[in-house]
């Protein structure tokens, strides 16, 4: 049974760049969100995506947007990037109506450095 | 919106030693997750424990709702319990999953 995979595990890109994360949700998942966790810090919610749309949103600027596809992937596009979006970035996902409260089970994790 | 206060923020143990992770929550959640984060940056799922007490192993938790506080403990550490350890929760409210509020966690060094 495989788990919530993440690719790329590292990426560096220049300031202005633009950068696309990818997640496979664990096998028997539809529900998969996003979070940054910036060094030292615990991880911050930024968006989930359930039925191919965005559902909830933290508080991050419109330059974070995301996609999930028919097979419950999903990917994490960062526009305009700034030093300040240097992060782990996590993808984690879940089942609605798991009958346990929709556990969130975590990937990886990609390192994004913004140079 | 929900703040998750957790402590100590540092630990440093000798093997074979106990301990006692505490995570407070500034109002009602209606899941809640312990998490180990591994050096490699992994989140290891430990316990969903939104009421009552569970063990596994060398660890047990403990989450007492109506006082909004979950405590994690750990028995006989052992140098591979070393890594940062969160306690997260998600609001009350029904339809999707609820997003998961962070604790700052709690750095657990265990020395041979």
């Known amino acids: 049974d495989a788990g919530v995979t993440q690719s790329p595990t590292h990426l560096i890109k220049t300031r202005g760049q633009q950068v696309t994360l990818r997640c496979s949700p664990k096998?028997?998942?539809?529900?998969v969100s996003w979070y940054q966790q910036a060094l030292g810090q615990g991880p911050q919610f930024i968006f989930q995506y359930y039925e191919e749309e965005e559902r909830q949103r933290g508080n991050f600027p419109d330059r974070f947007s995301g996609h999930q596809f028919p097979n419950y992937s999903s990917e994490l596009n960062v526009n305009a990037l700034l030093l300040g979006d240097s992060a782990l970035y996590l993808c984690a996902s879940s089942l609605i109506g798991d009958g346990q409260g929709n556990i969130q089970y975590f990937g990886a994790g990609t390192r994004l450095s913004v140079l | 919106g929900i703040q998750v206060e957790q402590s100590p923020p540092d630990l440093i143990l000798q093997e074979g030693a106990n301990s006692t992770l505490r995570c407070n929550f500034s109002d009602s959640v209606n899941n809640l997750q312990w998490f180990h984060q591994n050096p490699w940056g992994q989140l290891i799922n430990l316990f969903y424990?939104?009421?009552g007490t569970k063990q596994n192993g060398r660890l047990s938790a403990t989450t007492v709702a109506t006082e909004r506080y979950s405590l994690l403990y750990i028995s006989s550490s052992q140098t591979t319990d070393s890594g940062v350890y969160f306690c997260a929760g998600g609001g009350l409210g029904g339809g999707a999953t609820n997003k998961l509020i962070f604790g700052t966690g709690t750095l657990l060094a265990v020395q041979p």
């Open positions: 424990i939104p009421s």
């Open positions: 096998s028997g998942h539809d529900t």
